[in-house]
């Protein structure tokens, strides 16, 4: 996979995809991510990339000139399967469409600033908004390393059986149960027993049942998205 992602900041995007998984996934040459600063595709001396508001009101927005250039000089040398505006207006994020994103080859990320981009950009480039919750960040550089980290790691080779994406929260719409590691036993509080026995059946019942125990719990909405692990749990129960 290679992610290209559009900023007005870039250096906001250098260290989350130099380090652990991402930088292995990049070293391994599984997926890779390229940062573009939005300026170097501006004109005239101030290099702009933003102006005032139509109809006024606080706050700039980002022009449809210098990002167009951008994208289509990104365009001359592949084609994108998705291209991918973050703003806090779009689709919410989650496993499920990380899952989908991961099967992508090529990825365009632009990020917004300031009030937004001008919306041409979003009528003319734009085929999937991903907002990554219900708050608004100063821009969508964060919330595009987010989509990119959730994405790259569930790409097959990137995560080794330790690290393993199937083990996850949300894989199956339930909730990861606890783990522990050494000691076994700290200030009087004890590791689970069944996770000491080595009894490999007995402890995937036991970490399928803490699972449906927290997502109950914690996340109670999961459960409703699907109610087969209901009916699995209770007719254990019962
Ligand atoms: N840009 C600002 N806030 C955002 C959010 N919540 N999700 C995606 N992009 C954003």
Request: net charge negative; with cysteine.
């Amino acid at each position: 996979m290679h992610i290209d992602i559009i900023s007005v900041v870039p250096d906001l995007l250098a260290s989350p995809f130099s380090h652990s998984i991402l930088k292995r996934a990049e070293d391994k040459g599984i997926a890779t991510v390229r940062t573009h600063n939005l300026r170097d595709y501006a004109t005239g001396k101030q290099k702009q990339v933003d102006d005032y508001a139509f109809g006024g009101g606080a706050g700039m927005v980002m022009m449809i000139e210098p990002i167009a250039r951008c994208i289509e000089s990104l365009r001359k040398d592949r084609e994108y399967d998705e291209i991918i505006y973050m703003t806090p207006d779009g689709e919410k994020f989650d496993q499920g469409m990380a899952n989908s994103l991961s099967l992508k080859k090529n990825l365009l990320i632009l990020c917004g600033h300031y009030k937004g981009v001008d919306e041409r950009v979003r009528e003319k480039f734009i085929t999937k908004e991903i907002s990554i919750g219900d708050f608004v960040l100063s821009g969508g550089e964060i919330a595009a390393a987010v989509v990119a980290d959730a994405v790259i790691r569930l790409i097959p080779g990137v995560l080794n059986d330790e690290t393993s994406a199937l083990t996850d929260s949300f894989q199956d719409d339930l909730l990861a149960p606890p783990v522990y590691t050494r000691p076994s036993e700290y200030e009087g509080m004890k590791v689970p027993d069944v996770l000491l026995s080595g009894h490999e059946a007995r402890i995937n019942e036991w970490r399928f049942e803490a699972s449906v125990r927290r997502t109950r719990e914690r996340r109670p909405d999961l459960m409703e998205k699907s109610d087969s692990h209901t009916e699995d749990s209770e007719s254990k129960n019962n």
